[in-house]
């Protein structure tokens, strides 16, 4: 299990989806660092197609680390990603991505501050 990311490349806020819109049942994650996948939303016309996010070849690995003590709803994340290389086109403040677990979206974020990436 990662306990911490050592180079965040951004911190957003992430919004959680309830079980009922097909969320995560268990909640928002309660470990120090959750992965899963992600896709940015650009306005790029793939992402009206059916399946889309998870048919986005575009879609990258992501690592959300809390910066609250608890888990919320709504809540201010730590951002990394296993191949930084693959996000930093898509890094700019108020950019904003979705959170996958396999095909479904549990999640939707967006980047409050972009940091260096060291």
């Known amino acids: 299990m ?3 990311i050592e180079n965040p490349a951004a911190v957003a806020t992430v919004t959680w989806l309830p ?13 120090p660092v959750y992965a899963a996948t992600t896709a940015f939303t650009t ?4 992402e009206s197609e059916p399946g889309w996010p998870a048919t986005d070849p575009r879609t ?6 809390r910066t609250g003590s608890a888990p919320q709803i709504t809540e201010s994340m730590r951002v990394g990603f296993i191949a930084p290389e693959l996000a930093t086109s898509f890094l700019r403040h108020g950019a904003e991505f979705v959170v996958l677990e396999g095909p479904k979206p549990v999640a939707h974020g967006v980047v409050t501050e972009v940091l260096e990436i060291g």
Do not use: F
């Not at 079980?19 to 470990?31: F, M, N, V």
């Not at 306005?43 to 793939?46: C, L, Q, S, W």
């Not at 990258?60 to 680390?65: K, Q, T």
């Open 2 to 4: 990662i306990e911490h």
């Open 60 to 65: 990258m690995s992501i690592l959300l680390e």
């Open 19 to 31: 079980a009922e819109k097909g969320g995560r049942r268990s909640g928002p994650p309660t470990g």
């Open 43 to 46: 306005g790029d016309p793939i």
